[in-house]
């Protein structure tokens, strides 16, 4: 797909963060998006900032529910008789902690949002898509941690990204192998650290999903600042318009893996492949921070 213009594009998780800036970028390149995010007021901020800058609609939808997903398909098609573009890229992230004191709720909370929510935009989008005839594309957002090599303290987040990753793989190699027009990618958000609301998603977890028991306030991406300046370390942080971009441009390329500096992550998993070849733990947790 090069040409984005009237193409109709959904975004979920679209209304901050990247989700934000994958909407202002396909609407500059005169898309027609639909926003899909589970925050009312998030969502209507950004329809308000958008307003003039294209086709735009905004549904309330919580992805870990495969009913809200299959209403938000529905009133896309209704609206606009097609879905040329799918970003699934609704994410939440649990507290740091050694596995055996996470709680069951926080695999159940980021699992039914990261993986779940996942399966449910392909179901829901993916066999009209394919029905249709018309050339389109999946794009599911991953994670570096998981992905490519997990963080050992981020174990319920780092395996639900992992997950999407294989997710993409099979969706993309079966959509090719039933001769359909749908392509799919994997999308690595990279090039730096990234000002996002993952860092905040607590707010947004439901009453019947708390956390089971007490945990220390996670970090917000200003406490990663300061805690950094403390430290003498300069941080790289990436620009989310450009990175937004760039995702595009990738789909433009029929880039089945859209990464910032891919090649960093090639030798991070030969590494990885190395260490399994002598039988070892893939990677050297004594070299990976506590976050």
């Given at each position: 797909?090069?040409?984005?213009s009237?193409?109709?594009?959904?975004?979920?998780?679209?209304?901050?963060?990247?989700?934000?800036?994958?909407v202002?970028?396909?609407?500059?390149?005169?898309?027609?998006?639909?926003?899909?995010?589970?925050?009312?007021?998030?969502?209507?901020?950004?329809?308000?900032?958008?307003?003039?800058?294209?086709?735009?609609?905004?549904?309330?939808?919580?992805?870990?529910?495969?009913?809200?997903?299959?209403?938000?398909a529905?009133?896309?098609?209704?609206?606009?008789?097609?879905?040329?573009?799918?970003?699934?890229?609704?994410?939440?992230a649990?507290?740091?902690a050694?596995?055996?004191?996470?709680?069951?709720?926080?695999?159940?909370?980021?699992?039914?949002?990261?993986?779940?929510?996942?399966?449910?935009?392909?179901?829901?989008?993916?066999?009209?898509?394919?029905?249709?005839?018309?050339?389109?594309?999946?794009?599911?957002?991953?994670?570096?941690?998981?992905?490519?090599?997990?963080?050992?303290?981020?174990?319920?987040?780092?395996?639900?990204?992992?997950?999407?990753?294989?997710?993409?793989?099979?969706?993309?190699?079966?959509?090719?192998s039933?001769?359909?027009n749908?392509?799919?990618?994997?999308?690595?958000?990279?090039?730096?650290?990234?000002?996002?609301?993952?860092?905040?998603?607590?707010?947004?977890?439901?009453?019947d999903?708390?956390?089971?028991?007490?945990?220390?306030?996670?970090?917000?991406?200003?406490?990663?600042?300061?805690?950094?300046?403390?430290?003498?370390?300069?941080?790289?942080?990436?620009?989310?318009?450009?990175?937004?971009?760039?995702?595009?441009?990738?789909?433009?390329?029929?880039?089945?893996?859209?990464?910032?500096?891919?090649?960093?992550?090639?030798?991070?998993?030969?590494?990885?492949?190395?260490?399994?070849?002598?039988?070892?733990?893939?990677?050297?947790?004594?070299?990976?921070?506590?976050?």
């Amino acid at each position: 797909m090069q040409d984005f213009s009237g193409k109709v594009a959904v975004v979920t998780g679209g209304a901050s963060g990247i989700g934000r800036s994958l909407v202002k970028a396909l609407l500059a390149e005169g898309a027609k998006v639909a926003i899909a995010d589970v925050e009312q007021k998030a969502l209507d901020k950004v329809l308000d900032e958008f307003a003039e800058a294209g086709d735009l609609m905004g549904v309330v939808t919580d992805v870990s529910n495969p009913a809200s997903v299959s209403a938000l398909a529905d009133k896309v098609f209704d609206a606009h008789g097609a879905c040329h573009l799918l970003f699934n890229n609704a994410g939440v992230a649990a507290p740091s902690a050694n596995v055996w004191e996470t709680t069951v709720n926080d695999w159940k909370w980021v699992h039914s949002v990261n993986v779940h929510g996942i399966i449910h935009g392909v179901q829901a989008f993916v066999p009209r898509m394919i029905a249709s005839g018309e050339e389109g594309h999946v794009i599911n957002t991953s994670s570096g941690d998981g992905g490519i090599s997990p963080l050992p303290y981020q174990s319920v987040y780092a395996s639900s990204k992992a997950a999407v990753s294989c997710i993409s793989e099979c969706l993309a190699a079966q959509l090719q192998s039933e001769g359909t027009n749908i392509r799919a990618s994997v999308f690595y958000p990279s090039g730096g650290l990234l000002d996002t609301g993952i860092w905040t998603t607590d707010r947004n977890r439901p009453e019947d999903l708390a956390r089971e028991k007490p945990y220390d306030p996670v970090p917000t991406v200003q406490d990663f600042k300061v805690a950094a300046e403390k430290a003498g370390w300069e941080l790289d942080f990436q620009d989310l318009d450009e990175l937004a971009r760039y995702c595009l441009q990738g789909i433009r390329e029929q880039r089945f893996v859209i990464m910032i500096r891919v090649e960093e992550a090639e030798a991070t998993l030969k590494e990885r492949a190395a260490r399994i070849g002598r039988a070892e733990l893939p990677i050297d947790e004594a070299e990976i921070p506590k976050l």
